[in-house]
T-cell receptor, first 109, second 117 residues
Framework: QKEVEQDPGPLSVPEGAIVSLNCTYS??????FMWYRQYSRKGPELLMY????GNKEDGRFTAQVDKSSKYISLFIRDSQPSDSATYLC?????????FGKGTTLSVSS | GAVVSQHPSRVICKSGTSVKIECRSL??????MFWYRQFPKQSLMLMAT?????????EQGVEKDKFLINHASLTLSTLTVTSAHPEDSSFYIC?????????????FGPGTRLTVT
């Protein structure tokens, strides 16, 4: 079993939809949870960073962490075509980041 | 915001030659820099971690004699792929972190696409 599992998609939604992206993990030592957005042929951009269970909101983005289930989610409200990208979850026990494979999202206008 | 640049953005080289990739933090001092490799439709894989002024720490399976990393200043780290082969063709991405920032607060460069012919 890989340390971090993420469905690669692709995920296609119409503009305005609510998007749910998820990752599961197996290492209970992970304490830090991140979501990155990566456009084609570009480096990842940090979207959300949390280190506790619960929800964290930033604009249209909400990150959710459930440590008991070893499950994290990223919700995007009112999705826009500019949200079309690959979304990577990443986790850490304090040193290296372990990334998921990324989910490719396409938002159509 | 924190900006990290990489140069070159794209490089094509012949098998057996060496290629140097630069990673610079433009508006902060990067005490720690990370080098990742990403194959198509795969996740980022950490290759090595470098702290300014000290030797890089390589991940298991990464040949330190093949991927030479130098972090000589607080704003510059270089990755040299020595005697490159076609299987080294990949997208190489660096990230940088300032002192006091958490593990997740890494700022990534735009990446360098290496093609070895």
């Amino acid at each position: 079993q890989k340390e971090v599992e993420q469905d690669p998609g692709p995920l296609s939604v119409p503009e305005g939809a609510i998007v749910s992206l998820n990752c599961t993990y197996s290492n209970s030592a992970f304490q830090y949870f991140m979501w990155y957005r990566q456009y084609s042929r570009k480096g990842p951009e940090l979207l959300m960073y949390t280190y506790s269970s619960g929800n964290k909101e930033d604009g249209r983005f909400t990150a959710q962490v459930d440590k008991s289930s070893k499950y994290i989610s990223l919700f995007i409200r009112d999705s826009q075509p500019s949200d079309s990208a690959t979304y990577l979850c990443a986790m850490s026990a304090g040193t290296a980041l372990i990334f998921g494979k990324g989910t490719t999202l396409s938002v159509s206008s | 915001g924190a900006v990290v640049s990489q140069h070159p953005s794209r490089v094509i080289c012949k098998s057996g030659t060496s290629v140097k990739i630069e990673c610079r933090s433009l508006d902060f001092q990067a005490t720690t820099m990370f080098w990742y490799r990403q194959f198509p439709k795969q996740s980022l894989m950490l290759m090595a971690t470098s702290n300014e002024g000290s030797k890089a720490t390589y991940e298991q399976g990464v040949e330190k004699d093949k991927f030479l990393i130098n972090h000589a200043s607080l704003t510059l780290s270089t990755l040299t792929v020595t005697s490159a082969h076609p299987e080294d063709s990949s997208f190489y991405i660096c990230s940088a972190r300032d002192v006091g920032q958490g593990i997740g607060e890494q700022y990534f460069g735009p990446g360098t696409r290496l093609t070895v012919t």
